[in-house]
């Protein structure tokens, strides 16, 4: 083939008058494609190693139907504000003594970040798929609920060997002297849930929505919704230990919050349909 | 009744009270002090068990296992080391160790006996315990195993300490063989409950219950001796010339079993330093808080200093070896508490970077925890020193098992052989010359 000769150096310029609105949103459309199937496969590739080296979206991480309803709670780390009030809510729904908590919200900070100094972190038992706590009790006082999914206890079985409270990998449990027996989060079950309600009293008195409490097995549950969407990272706090915990974190930023509740053009993964 | 009295004194070398009231001012005088302590001990435990633990003892949610916890493991592994130590000779057939079998099992079911008396004031709810660990076992926990296992040893131990006061060996060595089994079987299990927490990473892993058998070995040698060089002092007539062999070989497997755990400790630490969760445990023992406690108590009294000496006693020197081994006790229990206090100073949440959870716990036992763990070692030790009376230094006429064609000297207590067609006095005079 053949290619023609031309003389740039002789070549007039026409100038950019010349070329038309709709020919320059071409151009910017195919650079924009370009750049954005490079930056998007190199984000892509990011969170894919994200994902197989700690933690990768909720629906990975969470075991399906293994209990009906299967509560789990989504906690939206950036949300929380420190106010404590689930904490007060918790110790005053279930007579939490004042040498001890159930949950409490711990504060991590950053140093030569930008945007942000300083988080905070609820926490509390994770009502693990493999709870280590169970596995360590002699008299099976503390068990997981084959319906629910929520570990409890039998009070009258504990024997105060506090195995469990050495087992637990999040520091979820304390010994109650006026129970004479360990003393753990439920989720509410024995003051709220099996009452009727549907909220956790920690998760109804989050003023801004950080505790979020549902059913992991409900596809209109918020909880699920939170915790197989690919938008934003899910991760569950201690994954090395191999518990397969029920409570999930992510950052959970207002924008992202905002497309799930209105369900509008909010993709998430549904099992499923795979 | 009385005649059967005299059959047992006679049979099982039972001196009774008698015995013991017999004995000197000054050892009364010990034995009643260390009662006086032990009472004092147990009523201070039995002032926290009803006031409430929570208010006495310095245990806390994050560190919830605390002296007592420590206390009890260093009486069980003693225990469980005396049967290890005394099976070589008894169950296995190792004529040199065959003199330490009596008082070794006697020891064992006294040490395990006061390690259950210190964690009874541990567990909260210990006669809920009674019931539901027979009602509602759960068969994946080793807490369970642990009760189940550890009260199968002592039955198994009192079969064989009572068959050994019986003269009846042969069930002896069977119930011997099967307790040893089943001890060892406990007490790796013991090590199994911290290293199957893999929350904790310090314990994490097949080391303990490996390091928990090699450890025991250690402390029951370690403790014979102390007993047997201590029983020495107390009553010269149990050294005999089969008493000195058994000294002997006992200094040189004590001292195989410390260069054992000299080994085990060393790769600890190197391990240890590589490893995030490790990490600053290790650093608090090398220059932290717990410096003190690992490099004097547990490296120097426990090990080095022990292999030293006994090297040096040559299995002769039997004060030495009794001052040896009385350090040497005294750093294996420090040796146990470093085990379980520096497992749950880092906090779970450590890792996470939160400032809750940037620094190490620290625990400190209270007076409460102090004196219920003394109240255990001090029933060990009273009934150590009453045993030694009551049951006549643990002397038997024959307390082993004697080939046949074999008869116990009366003079050396050794096992001598007959020629063919020999008598006793001949064999006597042959080994003995001017006998």
């Known amino acids: ?49 994200v994902g197989s080296a700690q933690a990768s979206t909720g629906a990975e991480r ?13 906690i939206r780390q950036s949300m929380c504000i420190d106010c404590e009030r689930c904490v007060e809510a918790c110790t005053k729904t279930n007579d939490v003594p004042d040498y001890a908590y159930r949950t409490r919200i711990l504060t991590k900070k950053y140093i030569g970040t930008l945007d942000k100094a300083v988080e905070f972190i609820p926490v509390l038992c994770n009502h693990c798929n493999n709870p280590p706590c169970v596995r360590g009790c002699p008299t099976k006082a503390t068990y997981k609920d084959p319906v629910t999914g929520i570990v409890r206890m039998e009070n009258k079985k504990c024997i105060g060997c506090k195995t469990c409270m050495l087992a637990c990998p999040y520091d979820a449990r304390y010994f109650n002297e006026e129970k004479h027996a360990i003393d753990k989060c439920d989720f509410c079950w024995e003051k709220r849930l099996s009452k009727g309600e549907t909220q956790t009293g920690c998760s109804a008195a989050c003023p801004t929505g950080a505790r979020t409490f549902g059913d992991l097995s409900d596809p209109n549950s918020i909880v699920y919704k939170l915790v197989h969407q690919i938008q934003e990272e899910v991760w569950v706090l201690r994954p090395e230990d191999n518990t397969k915990p029920n409570v999930f974190y992510m950052k959970g930023t207002i924008g992202s919050v905002d497309a799930i509740l209105k369900g509008s053009k909010f993709k998430y993964f549904d099992p499923t349909k795979v | 009744m009385s005649e059967m009295m005299i059959n047992i004194s006679e049979k099982w070398g039972y001196h009774g009270v008698a015995a013991l009231k017999k004995a000197s001012p000054g050892y009364k005088m010990v034995i009643g002090f260390f009662a006086l302590v032990a009472l004092a001990g147990l009523l201070v435990g039995l002032h926290g068990k009803f006031v409430g633990y929570r208010h006495v003892y310095n245990v806390t949610k994050e560190i919830p296992w605390g002296m007592l916890i420590s206390a009890y493991i260093f009486c069980v592994v003693t225990s469980t080391g005396l049967c290890i130590v005394s099976s070589f000779g008894h169950v296995f057939g190792n004529e040199a160790l065959m003199p330490i079998a009596k008082r070794a099992v006697f020891l064992s079911i006294i040490f395990l006996l006061g390690g259950f008396c210190i964690i009874f004031f541990d567990i909260e709810n210990p006669f809920r315990m009674a019931i539901w660990n027979v009602i509602s076992p759960n068969f994946r926990s080793n807490m369970w195993w642990m009760g189940t296992l550890y009260g199968a040893y002592m039955v198994f131990m009192m079969i064989e300490y009572y068959c050994l006061l019986n003269q009846n060996h042969t069930v002896s060595r069977i119930v011997g063989f099967i307790g040893l089994t089943v001890g060892i079987a406990a007490h790796s299990n013991l090590g199994g409950i911290f290293g199957m927490l893999h929350g904790r990473p310090f314990w994490y892993g097949p080391y303990l219950p490996i390091y928990f058998i090699f450890s025991a070995a250690m402390s029951g040698g370690c403790a014979i001796l102390f007993f047997t060089t201590l029983a020495a002092k107390i009553n010269p007539e149990i050294m005999n010339q089969r008493m000195e062999r058994a000294v002997k070989s006992l200094t040189l497997l004590t001292i195989y079993f410390i260069a054992t755990i000299i080994f085990f400790t060393i790769w600890k630490v190197i391990t240890g330093l590589v490893s995030e969760g490790k990490y600053p445990i290790i650093m608090s023992f090398l220059t932290g808080d717990y410096a003190i406690n690992f490099l004097f108590f547990e490296v120097f009294l426990g090990m080095v200093l022990p292999l030293f000496l006994l090297i040096l006693s040559r299995g002769r020197r039997y004060t030495l070896i009794m001052w040896t081994t009385g350090l040497m006790m005294i750093g294996i229990f420090f040796m146990r508490y470093d085990i379980v206090i520096p497992g749950q100073m880092v906090p779970v949440y450590h ?43 643990h002397q038997l006429q024959k307390h082993e098992i004697v080939p046949e064609g074999a008869y116990i000297c009366p003079g050396c207590g050794g096992i001598h052989y007959m020629k063919e067609g020999e008598t006793m006095e001949e064999a006597m005079k042959r080994q003995h010359g001017s006998w």
């Not at chain 1, 071409?26 to 590739?45: P, T």
């Not at chain 1, 969470?62 to 309803?69: F, M, T």
């Not at chain 2, 890792?351 to 625990?363: F, I, M, P, Q, R």
Request: hydrophobic fraction near 50%; charge should be neutral; proline fraction near 3%.
């Open chain 1, 1 to 49: 083939m053949k290619f023609p000769k031309i003389d740039f150096d002789a070549m007039k310029n026409e100038g950019t008058g010349s070329v038309t609105a709709v020919e320059r949103r071409k151009f910017l459309k195919l650079g924009f494609a370009i750049a954005g199937v490079y930056a998007g496969g190199k984000i892509l590739s990011l969170t894919s190693l």
């Open chain 1, 62 to 74: 969470a075991v399906q139907d293994i209990y009906s309803p299967h509560y789990a709670m989504v």
């Open chain 2, 351 to 393: 890792s996470l970077g939160v400032v809750e959870a940037s620094h190490l716990l620290s625990y400190v036992p209270s007076f409460h925890e102090i004196m219920a763990s003394i109240w255990g070692l001090c029933f060990i030790i009273v009934a150590y020193l009453a045993g030694e009376k009551m049951l006549n230094g």
